[in-house]
C-alpha cells in the first residue's frame, strides 16, 4: 500500500454514523454501507469537474484492502466521537462544503523529488488547525487537528538507501481523535502492509501553562523588576550628580572595577564598595559609599550594566587584547556550524548531502568542532597566566575555596536561568507541524538538570543531555577544578610541573587516538561511511567527543601558552626568519588538519589506524597553530594580525561570548522546528542568511540575558565578599611594604 492509499484509507477508514453499528457489522455489512454513503452516482453526478476527480480516485481505493482496514480499525476500539466525526468529513465532502475540503487538502502528499530523499511530506498545518467544522445537519462541531504519522521500513530494508530514515507524513484529523486514535487507524490501514510498520505517531497540542512555566515566569518577573528599579535608581543617582555639580562637566559612572577574563583568578581589589567615579570639585556627598541594600540594587542596574559592556573598551596593561577577537571569530564559527549541523534532518534531498559535504569549501564548515578547542585554548591560557601572576603576587598563597567559588558563580547562575527558560518557556514561542508540545528538552529535564549543575553531564545520562551543548561548560569546568594541581607544580617545581603537563598531553592524545582505532569510531561528526552507523557515532560521541580525557589537549596548550607568558612577561624577541617560518608552519598545520579528510569524500578510505592518529593528533594540532597566533600577537610579531584580533570593537562582544554560546541553539531550534516546509540543497545563500541571522540575533539575546543575569551576579559577588576580599588584602600590601622598605635600605 502507497502513502496516498494509507492517507486516503485513513480517512475513510471510520464509516459509520454510530459506532455501535459498525462493531456489530461484518465484512458484507460494511461493503453495503460504503456503496450506499460513498458509490453513489447521484451523489457524484452534480459535482464540479476537479471535484469528480477527487471522488474518482476515492472509489479506486475501495477494494478489499479498505473494507479490511474498516473491520479492523473496529477491532482496535477507535473513539466512537472520533470515528463519527470521520465519517462527517467524508458526508461533507460530497456536500462541497469547503471546510472538509481543506482537512483534506491539509493532508501531507507525495511531493516531486522522493527519488533524492523527499520523504517527509508536512502538508499544510496552518490550513489544517484553522479549520472549524460546522456541519450543516449536525450539531456537533469539531477543529481540525493535525498529527504525523512516522513509517519506518523493516530492518533490511530502507527509503531510498537511507537506513534508519522513516517516511513521515502529516494528517488533518478531527480534533476529536487523540493521539492513540490516529495510532490504531494507521495500525489497521498498514494490516496488510508487511514492508512499513508505524514507528511513531504524533498529534501537534497547545502547549499548557504549568507549574513550571509560572514559576519560570515569576522569577523573570523578579530579574525584571530589580532591573527595572536598578536602573530607576541609577538614574536618579547621574541626576542627582550632575545637580550637586551645578552643571559642570557631566561623566558617566563607569566601574573602575570592571572584571573581565583578564582580571585576575581572585580579584582582590574588586571589593564592589565604591561606585561613583569622582567629579572633580564637586565634593558630592554621593562618593561616601551608600547602604548594602542601595549597592545590591545598584548591581541591577540595566544602565550602569550596558555601559560596562558596551562603552567600556579600555584595556589595562599588560593584558591579552587579541584573545578578544579570537574568541569572537570561534564563536562565529560555532554558530556556522550549528547552523548547517542542526539543519541536517530538515532537507528534502538528503541524498545530496554528502555531495554538499565533499565539497572543499565546506570542509571548514563540517571541521566546525575546532572551533570548541579554541575555546578550551583561551580558557587554559587565561586559567593559568592569571593564576600564576596570583601565585607571584601572594607567594604561592591563594584561598583555593575561593578560587573554585568564583568560578562557580561566574559560570552557574547565568547557566541555570537560561536553562530554566529553555524547560519552561521556549515551548510556548513556537508552533508548527515540526514543533515540539513539550519542548525540546526530555521530560522537561526532570532527571538530567542536576548533573547540569554539577557539571557533570558528560559522564552522567550523557544520552538525554539538557542542553545537549552544555556538554562543553562540564568539561571546561572539570579542567579548572585540576587546573591547580599542575599551575602549583609549575610555580614551585617547574621541571615536575613541565612533566606533569607533557605527561597529561601524551595520554590524552594516546587515550582519543586508541578509543577511536580500536572501536573503528569515525573522526568526524558529519559526512563519511562510518557516521551512518548511528551505533558508532553514539560512541563516538560519548568516549572520544565529549570525555574530558579526549579533550584536555588544548587546555593544556593553553595552560603551557599562559606559563611561557608569565615566565617571559610577554615579551620576545625572534629573528623574522625564525617568525615567517613559525607562520608558515602554523598556517600548514592547521589547512592539513581542516582540509586532511577530504580525500574521504571522494573514495579514500581511512584505516582503522589511520583514523586512530588523525583523532590523537588533530586536536593538539590545531591548539599548537593557534597558540603560535596567540603567542606571535602578544609579543609583537603579528603585525596586521593582531591589529584586526585586537581591534577595540570587538572586546563588547567578545563579553557577550558566554552567554551566546548558551542561548544560540535555542534561537537555531525554535527557528527550524517552528517551520511549515523543508529546506533544499541548492546552494549556500539561504543557509548563509541564516546563520547571519542567527548571529545578530544571538548576540542581540546575549546581551539582554548579560545586562538582566550575568552583570548582576558578578556586581553581587564582589558585594557580598568585599569585606573578605579587604581583608585578604592588607597582609598581602604590608608585605609588600615591607619588601619595598627593605630593597631601599
Known sequence: ???????????????????????????????????????????????????????????????????????????????????????????????????????LDAAGKPPAGILEGAIIWLGGYDECVAVRAVPPTESHQFAGKYCTLTLAPLANESFQ?????????????????????????????????????????????????????????????????????????????RMWQWWEAENSAYSPIVS???????????????????????????????????????????????????????????????????????????????????????????????????????????QAIANATYSVDSFFLLSGLLVGYLTLKELKKSDGKIFWPMYYFHRFWRLT????????????????????????????????????????????????????????????LANDMQFFVISPIILFLLFRYHKAGIVLLLSLLAASCLSAGLTTSLKDLPVNLVGNEQVKAQAKFD????????????RIQPYLIGIALGYIFYRTNCKCQLNKLVVLGCWVVAAALALSILYAFYPAYHGSVWSSALNGFYSSVSRTGWSLSLAWVIFACVTGHAGFVNTLLSW????????????????????????????????????????????????????????????VFESPFIALEKIIFAKQMAAQTKPHEQSQNRATRSVEA
Open 161 to 237: 538507501g537511507l537506513p534508519g530514515i522513516g517516511l513521515i507524513e502529516g494528517i488533518c484529523v478531527p480534533s476529536t481523535c487523540s493521539t492513540q486514535d490516529v495510532k490504531y487507524m494507521a495500525v489497521a490501514a498498514l494490516a496488510g502492509v508487511t514492508q512499513l510498520h508505524v514507528v511513531a505517531e504524533n498529534c501537534v497540542e497547545a502547549a499548557v501553562i504549568d507549574w513550571r512555566a509560572i514559576t519560570a515566569i515569576i522569577v523573570l518577573s523578579i530579574f525584571v523588576i530589580l532591573v527595572t528599579m536598578g536602573t530607576v535608581y541609577d538614574v536618579f543617582l
Open 413 to 472: 547562575p547565568t547557566y541555570m536561568l537560561i536553562l530554566m527558560v529553555d524547560v519552561c518557556l521556549v515551548r510556548f514561542f513556537g508552533d508548527g507541524p515540526m514543533w515540539p508540545k513539550d519542548g525540546f528538552e526530555k521530560d522537561y529535564c526532570r532527571t538530567t538538570w542536576w548533573t547540569n549543575l554539577l557539571y557533570i553531564n558528560n559522564f552522567v545520562h550523557t544520552d538525554v543531555q539538557c542542553m545537549g551543548w552544555s556538554w562543553y
Open 1 to 103: 500500500m502507497t502513502a496516498p492509499q494509507l492517507l486516503v484509507g485513513m480517512l475513510l477508514l471510520a464509516t459509520s454514523v454510530h459506532s455501535q453499528d459498525i462493531r456489530g457489522m461484518r465484512e458484507i455489512q460494511a461493503r453495503q454501507w460504503l456503496a450506499t454513503h460513498l458509490h453513489s452516482p447521484e451523489t457524484l453526478k452534480d459535482l464540479p469537474l476537479n471535484y469528480e476527480d477527487v471522488f474518482d480516485a476515492f472509489s479506486s481505493m475501495l477494494n478489499g484492502k479498505l473494507l479490511k482496514i474498516l473491520v479492523g480499525a473496529v477491532d482496535y476500539n477507535v473513539s466512537a466521537t472520533c470515528l463519527n466525526d470521520t465519517v462527517s468529513i467524508l458526508r461533507n465532502l460530497q456536500q462541497r462544503q469547503p471546510w472538509a475540503l481543506e482537512m
Open 648 to 707: 577595540s570593537a570587538l572586546i563588547p562582544l567578545s563579553r557577550l561570548t558566554y552567554c551566546a554560546y548558551l542561548i544560540h541553539p535555542i534561537i537555531m531550534e525554535c527557528f527550524y522546528m517552528s517551520r511549515r516546509q523543508l529546506l533544499h540543497w541548492h546552494n549556500h545563500l539561504e543557509i548563509t542568511m541564516f546563520f547571519l541571522a542567527f548571529l545578530v540575533m544571538s548576540y542581540m539575546a546575549a546581551f539582554v540575558a548579560s545586562v
Open 539 to 550: 560512541v563516538f560521541f560519548d568516549w572520544v567527543y565529549i570525555k574530558p580525557w579526549s
Open 256 to 362: 573602575a572595577n570592571l572584571v573581565t577574563e583578564n582580571s585576575p583568578i581572585l580579584n582582590k581589589a574588586a571589593t564592589g564598595v565604591g561606585h561613583y567615579q569622582t567629579i572633580a570639585g564637586s565634593g558630592s556627598s554621593l562618593l561616601t559609599p551608600p547602604a548594602a541594600s542601595c549597592r545590591v540594587l545598584y548591581a541591577f542596574s540595566g544602565l550602569h550594566s550596558a555601559a560596562k559592556l558596551l562603552l567600556t573598551t579600555n584595556q589595562a596593561s599588560g593584558t591579552l587584547d587579541c584573545l578578544h577577537g579570537i574568541r569572537f571569530l570561534s564563536m562565529t564559527w560555532v554558530i556556522l556550524g550549528h547552523t548547517f549541523f542542526m539543519a541536517l534532518s530538515l532537507f528534502d534531498n538528503p541524498i545530496h548531502f554528502e555531495e554538499v559535504v565533499g565539497k572543499f569549501g565546506f
